[in-house]
């Protein structure tokens, strides 16, 4: 039985709370983005009602307060990951920006024509693009892992893609199309078996379990503020602080500065030294709060709940004639990705829609996968602690809905 | 209630014509053609016209996308053949106006009327207009050329 008060969560989420199209919302889109408790929105707006100042500023004290707020929630981010120091958290608008911060900040430099990058069949864009820019940018060659039908990542090959001219192998922690959970750590070891450093994307792991970036060794991880209840526009990126230290600025202006002179600009310290203008303050205490929240439910409990609701729910539409299951990997996080036979995603999005049911149809931003399983687009329940199993029965009404009217 | 939306939507003719579409080939001899996709969706069809002078002779399409787009470019083909290329520009402002909710006079429409139903679906009007899209931009030019709804 879940260790979640379900009923009392729920009423933490008000957005939860209303009718779409006659129906109760059935909010199932949680890897696109996940809503926000009270206790988010709130740390939010009271920060506008109460603290709003520029940070590392002014000596007055809202100034100082929002200060102390924002470096605050660096600390509950750190805490969250487990990184050694504050120091190795910098504030980003979101995991996609985190990877071309790295790209650019800390492969780049060191990136000669012929020298190879290396990814994963499954990557979302975010961890394709960026990468591939690069390598237009410098002549380098992106290698890809491959994947099998099942949806996991065939690794008989990885020692061979790691090679000596591997700069950086760049990874994700959890699949957002698949919800494949990836041998990570593993994967890790092996490449720093070659000194080949590691960004993982954790941006579809975060909201679902804990994550030790010291216990993993990942020189680099990124993630987004809004896919784990926090505001949008809002992320992290993790990175080991002598990696940090050695790289350069990505982008200029004020705050991360010592001193400014037209003849020389001496760089301010990390963590600032990443972090040019004025950051996005309130979405950082809204992160923090996020934090404060899933820490006080237990992100063992989430993470325990979620699984019953993606067993309970891969077993339910298994079930179901017509309908196959794209993904079915044997460790997965809160993704069901699935086709009706005969009916393209889109319709079933639309027809899910009129019953107040929100899921993903599309591509969801990983075309490569999309064209290994030969389908142009899927449809996707993904869940967050707060679905309840219900919501579970709700999705196979809806499927058998688009079935009757497509009959 | 909702089913009584979706059944505007999902009109039989509709679901017939998703289900068999008509027109459904590649054309070896087509003097026009022209690539069309919804990157968003990931819809993708090819239009195919063989103009005689300024009558469309025959005109086809291949491609894979949602019911309401396959309908959509299948009714499409049906409209226009023996059509000149001022009616079928007339159509496609017609079509256009449809989806997009202004007053026009349904009569002319003819079958393409079943379409109406997009209109009250603003996030798939993209579905029903990639095929018109896709076809004017066959009719004005003379080579492969490619256009995106999103």
């Known amino acids: 039985m879940s260790m979640l008060d379900l009923a009392a969560i729920r009423q933490d989420f008000p957005i939860l709370h209303q009718q779409i199209n006659g129906h109760p919302l059935v909010y199932l889109d949680n890897a696109a983005s996940?809503?926000?408790?009270?206790?988010?929105?709130?740390?939010?707006?009271?920060?506008?009602?109460?603290?709003?100042?520029?940070?590392?500023?002014?000596?007055?004290r809202l100034s100082q307060r929002a200060t102390d707020a924002y470096e605050a929630a660096r600390d509950k981010v750190r805490g969250f990951v487990n990184a050694k120091s504050d120091k190795e958290i910098i504030f980003v608008r979101g995991a996609t920006e985190a990877v071309n911060l790295v790209a650019q900040s800390f492969v780049r430099p060191q990136l000669?024509?012929?020298?190879?990058?290396?990814?994963?069949?499954?990557?979302?864009?975010?961890n394709i693009v960026p990468w591939q820019m690069l390598c237009e940018q410098t002549g380098a060659k992106l290698n890809v892992i491959p994947m099998t039908t099942v949806g996991e990542l065939d690794l008989s090959t990885l020692d061979e893609l790691l090679t000596s001219k591997t700069k950086i192998m760049a990874i994700g922690h959890v699949s957002n199309a698949l919800g494949t959970i990836n041998p990570i750590k593993d994967m890790i070891a092996r490449a720093h078996a070659k000194n080949i450093p590691v960004l993982v994307d954790g941006a579809q792991a975060v909201p679902h379990m804990i994550v030790d970036v010291q216990d993993l060794d990942c020189d680099f991880y990124v993630f987004s503020g809004h896919k784990m209840f926090a505001p949008t526009g809002i992320g992290a990126l993790y990175g080991k602080q002598a990696l940090l230290e050695a790289m350069s600025p990505w982008q200029g202006?004020?705050?991360?500065?010592?001193?400014?002179?037209?003849?020389?600009?001496e760089y301010n310290e990390l963590p600032y030294k990443f972090e040019a203008g004025t950051?996005?303050?309130?979405?950082?205490?809204?992160?923090?709060?996020?934090?404060?929240?899933?820490?006080?439910?237990?992100?063992?409990?989430?993470a325990a709940h979620e699984h019953a609701l993606l067993i309970a729910a891969t077993e339910k539409v298994t079930a179901l004639p017509g309908v196959r299951i794209i993904g079915t990997a044997a460790q997965k996080a809160s993704v069901l990705s699935f086709m009706i036979e005969g009916v393209h995603p889109h319709d079933v999005g639309t027809i899910f829609d009129q019953q107040g049911l929100a899921i993903r149809t599309g591509h969801h931003c990983a075309q490569p996968v999309m064209q290994f399983f030969g389908i142009p687009a899927t449809a996707r329940a993904s869940f967050a602690f707060y679905n309840t199993f219900d919501e579970i029965d709700a999705l196979v009404g809806g499927i058998k809905k688009v079935q009757e009217l497509f009959a | 209630?909702?089913?009584?939306?979706?059944?505007?939507?999902?009109?039989?003719?509709?679901?017939?014509?998703?289900?068999?579409?008509?027109?459904?080939?590649?054309?070896?001899?087509?003097?026009?053609?022209?690539?069309?996709?919804?990157?968003?969706?990931?819809?993708?069809?090819?239009?195919?016209?063989?103009?005689?002078?300024d009558v469309i002779e025959d005109v086809s399409f291949q491609g894979s996308g949602c019911a309401i787009s396959v309908a959509s470019a299948s009714l499409m083909t049906e409209a226009l053949k023996g059509k000149t290329l001022a009616e079928a520009e007339t159509l496609y402002e017609l079509v256009h106006k449809q989806m997009t909710g202004e007053e026009i006079d349904s009569s002319s429409l003819g079958k393409l009327a079943v379409l109406s139903g997009v209109k009250e679906f603003p996030a798939r009007v993209k579905c029903a207009t990639l095929s018109w899209h896709t076809l004017h931009a066959a009719m004005d030019s003379d080579h492969d050329i490619s256009v995106s709804t999103e």
């Open chain 1, 34 to 60: 996940s809503q926000k408790p009270n206790q988010v929105i709130d740390a939010v707006a009271d920060y506008y009602r109460q603290d709003n100042a520029n940070v590392h500023r002014g000596v007055h």
């Open chain 1, 279 to 302: 950051p996005n303050i309130s979405g950082a205490i809204g992160l923090g709060a996020a934090i404060d929240y899933m820490n006080n439910l237990g992100i063992a409990n989430l």
């Open chain 2, 1 to 53: 209630m909702s089913n009584a939306d979706l059944r505007d939507l999902y009109q039989e003719v509709i679901m017939d014509h998703n289900k068999k579409p008509r027109n459904f080939r590649d054309m070896t001899n087509a003097n026009h053609l022209a690539h069309g996709n919804n990157p968003l969706c990931g819809d993708t069809l090819v239009v195919f016209l063989k103009l005689n002078g």
């Open chain 1, 112 to 126: 000669q024509a012929g020298d190879e990058i290396l990814i994963s069949h499954m990557e979302h864009h975010a």
């Open chain 1, 253 to 265: 202006g004020g705050d991360m500065i010592l001193s400014v002179s037209f003849a020389h600009t």
